[in-house]
């Protein structure tokens, strides 16, 4: 089984690489494969950056860039068509929920 964790992210430079890290670290005591697609919903801080550096380290690492901001809504359902997962877990990438 095949699990797509979907983030919408706005602005999150500082939260992305320990959400990466929670999530990897999860995963790696779950034993399933699985992918994180990362929507990028026009960040105007450094989040794209990071996230093209954790692309380049993590194949399973998948993003899906803005040019404009469209909302949570529209870059849930992005990330959702673009899941090729068994299951869809979305998740908020500020460590909130």
Same mark, same amino acid.
């Given at each position: 089984? /095949? ?6 992210? #706005? ?7 320990? &959400? #990466? /890290? ?8 779950? /034993?399933?494969? #699985? ?7 026009? !960040? ?19 993003? &899906? ?9 529209? !870059? ?22």
């Amino acid at each position: 089984m /095949k699990i797509s964790i979907v983030l919408p992210i #706005y602005n999150e430079e500082k939260n992305i690489p320990i &959400l #990466y /890290k929670e999530i990897t670290e999860v995963f790696a005591k779950l /034993k399933h494969d #699985y992918e994180i697609i990362c929507v990028n919903d026009s !960040s105007r801080d450094g989040t794209l950056a990071v996230l093209k550096e954790l692309a380049l380290m993590d194949r399973r690492v998948k993003i &899906l860039s803005f040019k404009w901001n469209s909302g949570q809504t529209a !870059s849930m359902s992005a990330g959702i068509k673009a899941s090729t997962g068994d299951v869809i877990i979305p998740m908020d990438a500020d460590l909130q929920n």
